[in-house]
RNA sequence: GGAGGAAUGGCGGAGUGGUCGAACGCGGCGGUCUUGAAAACCGUUGUCCGGUAUCCCCGGACCGGGGGUUCGAAUCCCUCUUCCUCCGCCA
């Protein structure tokens, strides 16, 4: 969330670009603003309220410990009525606490200047495109029937053991998956990105510091009994490692890697944009997280933005970088890069990435921050993630770009990986 | 899952009702000494909120989280969480 000095000092400023979001949150950080004011007064309140309590508990000690019972006792009474003001007055500052927090969470992240306003994807505006599309001529298939063809996706036996959108990858499939992340982990590796390996459940604490919770608990499978909820992306658990803490500046930036499994319940999807590979409830990511400091963020965001481009085009995959239109942005994300494969036999744009500068959005509700050299306070970070890369759109695209006659010639840079260069149907034998 | 014990500042570790934001040690920072460094010695050392106040100053809060008792709680009570020991189960 964004922080209330912020919101005090740049009032018009956030209204503005909110409003590429196509919203106008003038009156709600009005509200917010009058509710400040009375926190503080009601805050001096307490506090003056408080010292004098403290004071008065002090001197009956003073009084009992010199025997003068009598005095003390007197004192005490008049302790009594103080105190109960106090707890009166704790209690309507935390009820304004409260409810200034119910608002602040409400209002998104502000847009960066280069963020158009739009209604969503279709405003969204193209950055750069590269690459070919093979030219697969009348008999090109998409990748669902590819997949059927070489038995190496079984859509139906994932929908037995689970249902609709939990594919099972066999055979070359598998180990393609298997192969590309290990390939994306090595690269991230010699970026100098620390891989490690987080839970792939979270709890409220941290689904909220993130930004999925309070708003989007429709989009996570959740644990009830104990309250957990399975990670839709590794940014999860992965910025969660920097929660409540506070890091040398000379430690900036912080880079992290992991691959995990995501699960997203995508309710509401349908039809012909979640056949096969398009849309799924569980899939695999390795997922690139950094935390900067706020002066740097954006050219990191740039060089991230590089990265992953490299690993697309190292594939040797047609793509075009999208950037997000206010309408279409996460709700805290200041600017937002997303990457998209061309998948030739379904003739269709898949996003396969999405590289975001969080600015100090996250890092506020995460209590992320960083010590300045020579300045006594610390300061929030920037948290930034991207995904590099999530694997089933682009093993779609890939199947579909890379079919010849007789099977699917893989990427020569994965070919060391998966120890095979091309997926041939076997007659039998398996 | 059952039984018992514990949780204190960056770390270790005192503190069982007031004078405790908290002894002491380590680490960190600053200084003296030294050609430089080490050692030794001296000093300093958290976070948050508020006071028109990023540093200084003043008030308040914070001893795992929440609640309670009390004029007064790190200290007593309740509750939750986590960790340790023993037992059970287990890839």
């Known amino acids: ?42 805050q001096q309140e307490v506090n003056d309220s408080q010292a004098e309590l403290n004071n008065l508990s002090k001197q009956i000690g003073q009084l009992f410990k010199e025997g003068r019972t009598d005095e003390a006792n007197k004192v005490k009474e008049q302790n009594a009525k103080l105190k109960e003001s106090v707890k009166e007055g704790q209690q309507r500052l935390h009820a304004i606490e409260e409810e200034i927090r119910s608002l602040m969470v409400q209002i998104p992240n ?214 997000l239109c206010g309408g279409d942005l996460g709700f805290a994300a200041a600017l937002t890069y997303d990457f998209e494969v061309y998948s030739s036999a379904q003739d269709k744009w898949l996003e396969v990435s999405s590289v975001s500068n969080f600015t100090s959005y996250q890092a506020n509700r995460l209590k992320l921050r960083f010590r300045q050299e020579g300045k006594k306070k610390p300061q929030l970070a920037h948290t930034l993630n991207g995904s590099a890369l999530a694997l089933p759109r682009l093993l779609a695209a890939m199947l579909e770009n890379y079919q010849e006659e007789d099977g699917i010639r893989v990427p020569e840079v994965l070919q060391k990986y998966t120890g095979f260069s091309s997926i041939k149907r076997k007659e039998e034998g398996r």
């Open 1 to 42: 969330m964004l922080t209330l000095q912020y919101l005090q000092q740049n009032t018009e400023h956030i209204v503005e670009r909110l409003k590429t979001r196509n919203q106008d949150y003038r009156e709600l950080i009005d509200q917010i603003k009058q509710l400040d004011e009375e926190r503080r007064s009601r």
């Open 110 to 323: 502000v847009p960066h200047e280069t963020v158009e306003q739009g209604k969503g994807e279709e405003d969204n505006v193209l950055v750069r495109q590269n690459g070919q599309a093979p030219d697969l001529g009348q008999d090109a298939l998409p990748h669902w029937e590819l997949a059927k063809k070489h038995d190496i996706i079984d859509f139906d036996l994932g929908n037995k053991i689970t249902g609709r959108g939990f594919p099972i990858y066999k055979n070359e499939g598998a180990r393609l998956q298997r192969a590309m992340i290990s390939y994306f982990l090595d690269k991230a590796r010699e970026q100098g990105y620390q891989e490690v390996q987080p839970p792939l459940m979270v709890n409220e604490d941290s689904a909220f510091a993130t930004g999925q919770l309070p708003d989007k608990e429709g989009q996570m499978y959740q644990v009830p009994i104990d309250n957990f909820y399975l990670i839709p992306t590794a940014e999860v658990p992965v910025t969660n490692i920097y929660r409540d803490s506070i890091v040398e500046e000379k430690d900036l930036p912080l880079k992290l890697t992991a691959y995990t499994p995501c699960f997203r319940r995508e309710a509401g999807s349908w039809g012909k944009e979640v056949r096969g590979l398009n849309r799924v409830h569980q899939f695999d990511k390795v997922e690139i997280v950094q935390i900067d400091h706020p002066e740097r963020s954006y050219e990191t965001l740039e060089a991230m933005t590089s990265y992953v481009e490299s690993l697309i085009a190292d594939m040797g995959m047609p793509y075009r970088v999208m950037r």
